[in-house]
């Protein structure tokens, strides 16, 4: 449900996922803003009879200007969606950000050097254990990270109480990050990636040699890019506020071990991020300690 620009078709394009396309899981964050919209969503949903809060899957983010009040910032993402639970919250980035607020804005204060000003008083292991005490009040059915490298993770497990449930991350054939998600698996963290498609504009779609494998299987690239996660074992969160294309993409096709080395392999020498973030660390893929 991330949205750079227009955000007033969430609700309705929620709506039409869940009750016309067979969603269950929403993906949604306290930095994009449209947590109300999520909430209402699931209430109509709810009310047409065709699905149950039990069946829904709803993730919300608590972002890292909350770094001190991590249950302070679950609780206004709690009220904006009026739901009483989510289903699974995550850490949105594993860098504190400082704050002067009871808002938790601007999300990306910046430094005089223009880079993202960080509160290095906290880090990404104390983000993590104040939602543990979520997940022991019920205000998280479970918990997790999102964009926390193998480092990250490392150090986190030593000291975390219980095994996050998800990392989220950029991830698809341009990055495919296979020593993270085999890390993460071998830990029993699911990998879900976002930005499947390389955010907005889609640019992967562009990919030559992803054409070639979705000409073979007589599909969309679309179609290829999700498959490929889904075969990986990693779930998959994209975006569209196009009807047909929230329907296409529920659409998954097996992929043959040769086909997925070839999608796993394009990004695999020289992998590239498009979520760039201007924190003044090293964003060094799979290598980085930040
Ligand atoms: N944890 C994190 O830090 C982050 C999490 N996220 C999550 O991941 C989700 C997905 O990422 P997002 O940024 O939305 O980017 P995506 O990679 O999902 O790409 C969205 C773009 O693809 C287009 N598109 C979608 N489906 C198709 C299709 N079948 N054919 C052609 N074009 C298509 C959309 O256009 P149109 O709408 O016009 O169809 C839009 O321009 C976010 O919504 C958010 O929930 C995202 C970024 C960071
Ligand atoms: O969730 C996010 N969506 C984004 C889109 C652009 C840049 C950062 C982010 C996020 O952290």
């Not at 269950?24 to 964050?29: K, L, M, Q, S, V």
């Not at 065709?50 to 899957?57: G, H, I, P, Y």
């Not at 919250?89 to 050097?113: A, M, R």
């Not at 998800?166 to 020593?179: A, G, K, T, Y």
């Amino acid at each position: 449900t991330w949205s750079p620009d227009d955000r007033s078709q969430i609700r309705e394009c929620v709506e039409y996922a869940i009750l016309e396309a067979g969603y269950r899981h929403i993906d949604t964050a306290y930095l994009y803003g449209c947590e109300d919209q999520v909430g209402e969503a699931v209430r109509n949903a709810i009310a047409t009879g065709k699905v149950t809060r039990e069946e829904l899957f709803i993730t919300t983010k608590v972002w890292p200007t909350f770094h001190k009040r991590m249950e302070d910032g679950l609780d206004l993402s709690l009220k904006a969606s009026g739901l009483d639970y989510f289903d699974l919250v995550l850490v949105h980035w594993p860098i504190p950000v400082k704050c002067d607020s009871e808002d938790g804005k601007p999300f990306w204060p910046t430094n005089e050097d223009g880079y993202i000003a960080r509160d290095t008083s906290s880090n990404h292991i104390t983000m993590y254990q104040q939602l543990e005490k979520c997940l022991e009040n019920g205000k998280a059915k479970a918990i997790g990270v999102s964009n926390y490298s193998i480092p990250k993770l490392e150090s986190l497990l030593k000291e975390c109480k219980y095994v996050p449930a998800v990392n989220q991350c950029e991830l698809h054939p341009l990055l495919p990050r296979r020593d993270l998600c085999d890390f993460s698996t071998s830990k029993g963290i699911v990998m879900t990636s976002y930005f499947p498609f390389g955010g907005d504009g889609a640019p992967i779609l562009k990919n030559e040699a992803i054409a070639e494998i979705a000409e073979k299987y007589s599909v969309s690239s679309s179609t290829i890019l999700l498959s490929y996660h889904v075969n990986l074992g990693v779930s998959v969160v994209p975006k569209s506020f196009k009807p047909h294309r929230i329907k296409l993409n529920g659409k998954i096709v097996y992929l043959q071990k040769e086909d997925l080395k070839k999608l796993i392999d394009i990004g695999k020498e020289k992998p590239h991020r498009f979520n760039n973030i201007n924190y003044d660390v090293d964003l060094e893929f799979g290598k980085e300690d930040w």
